[in-house]
């Protein structure tokens, strides 16, 4: 019959388990570990931000598309009551007298105008993008020409998402 014989398992003290523990070698990272990662951190993060940003200028746009909507309402709203749709002299007018709309987008990111010399018929509206967004390359400046009725967006690759 075996026995099992405490004296065989080595005993451990505080003193020969802090030995041990130091004994291992140094803890932590050195220089050049350190710096390889910081190196790769860099070169993602050089990657990702200018894609980031490519994609929240593409979500502005959006600001652009509601601020051209409620100035595409105001213009029939106008159009309604008066003989021709309001030229860009009436754009911050308060209504009755003028579209009572701001010159920018809610956003602040597009300057609203309307073209020159609107008819009864035709009108042309655009937003111009202001700071950070004048550079949403393509982009820059949204339009609709609303003719007889009918609406074109222009640049079409920018319209849509």
Request: glycine letters at 8%; aromatic letters at 8%; a positive charge.
């Amino acid at each position: 019959m075996l026995k099992w014989r405490p004296s065989s398992v080595p005993m451990t003290t505080p003193e020969q388990l802090r030995t041990r523990w130091y004994s291992r070698g140094p803890n932590g990272f050195t220089l050049p570990e350190l710096l390889i990662v910081v190196a790769i951190i860099g070169i993602l993060a050089s990657v990702a931000y200018p894609s980031y940003l490519s994609q929240v200028r593409k979500g502005r746009r959006s600001d652009a598309l509601q601020g051209l909507a409620q100035l595409q309402q105001a213009q029939e709203h106008w159009r309604a009551n008066n003989p021709s749709y309001a030229p860009n002299s009436l754009l911050t007018t308060a209504w009755p007298e003028g579209l009572g709309i701001a010159s920018t987008t809610a956003g602040a990111y597009y300057t609203l105008a309307i073209g020159e010399a609107p008819s009864g018929t035709a009108y042309t509206a655009s937003a111009v993008a202001r700071d950070s967004q004048a550079a949403d390359t393509g982009c820059t400046t949204l339009t609709v020409t609303v003719d007889k009725g009918t609406a074109t967006n222009t640049p079409a690759l920018c319209w849509s998402r």
